[in-house]
């Protein structure tokens, strides 16, 4: 069945630094992948979407490029900020309203 | 502008007791709608999505059922709470059917069962 797979439980990292969190999917439909990140006590708010194969999507300084070749829709970004410490899911739709989140990424920037 | 309400904030319920949680989507017409649940710190776990009112599908069972009685209002309930139902409930919604539905999602309710 349809998944998606988040290496990362937890990452840390120090202010200023890049940061790649890993997605990798499983889906026999044609994918729509989202990343969605989630502050302390807040609901999950969009940060990206893509269903164009090889195409960079970006948005607050984050990007990720979906490659349906190794199924992967990795997030990045070239320099973190404190505030960028949150809970970070990837999720694909599997085009019927069914939406598969991964088990997402703790970020943790520090001074 | 869209705005989408939960409630309640939180609640404490004893294990056995029954459960009622409700969502209201206000300044969109006709929209998707669904349930969520997290454990704290846990992934999102789509539990029921409803396209139209009184259809509602239900995606995994957790001794949960959902209604959509009104076109802006989703229902989540149970007759008998389990001690694995507490956790964060989100409401969404999204404009689009399937393909490419970004979830806009409500404040939650967070649920304590004891």
């Known amino acids: 069945g349809d998944s998606v797979t988040q290496t990362e439980g937890l990452v840390t990292l120090t202010k200023g630094l890049p940061v790649m969190l890993n997605c990798t999917y499983q889906?026999?439909?044609?994918?729509?992948l989202f990343w969605y990140v989630q502050h302390l006590n807040e609901a999950p708010k969009l940060l990206l979407k893509?269903?164009?194969?090889?195409k960079r999507t970006e948005h607050q300084g984050f990007y990720a490029t979906l490659h349906k070749s190794s199924s992967s829709f990795h997030l990045q970004k070239s320099s973190v900020q404190l505030s960028d410490s949150a809970l970070y899911f990837c999720?694909?739709?599997?085009?019927?309203?069914?939406?598969?989140f991964g088990d997402g990424t703790q970020l943790v920037v520090k001074p | 502008a869209q705005t989408i309400h939960q409630w309640p904030v939180a609640e404490i319920k004893a294990v056995g007791s029954p459960l009622s949680l409700g969502c209201t989507i206000k300044?969109?017409?006709?929209?998707?709608l669904y349930w969520y649940w997290q454990a704290t710190g846990g992934t999102l776990q789509q539990l029921f999505y409803s396209i139209t009112v009184g259809q509602v599908e239900s995606v995994v069972q957790l001794n949960l059922s959902a209604s959509r009685p009104k076109d802006d209002q989703f229902i989540l309930s149970t007759e008998k709470l389990l001690l694995s139902h507490s956790g964060f409930y989100l409401c969404?919604?999204?404009?689009?059917?399937?393909?490419?539905?970004?979830?806009?999602f409500g404040p939650g309710t967070r649920l304590t069962v004891l």
């Open positions: 969404a919604w999204s404009l689009d059917w399937g393909n490419y539905a970004e979830q806009f």
């Open positions: 999720a694909l739709s599997d085009g019927n309203n069914r939406i598969f």
């Open positions: 300044g969109k017409s006709s929209p998707n």
């Open positions: 889906t026999t439909y044609s994918p729509f």
């Open positions: 893509s269903s164009t194969d090889n």
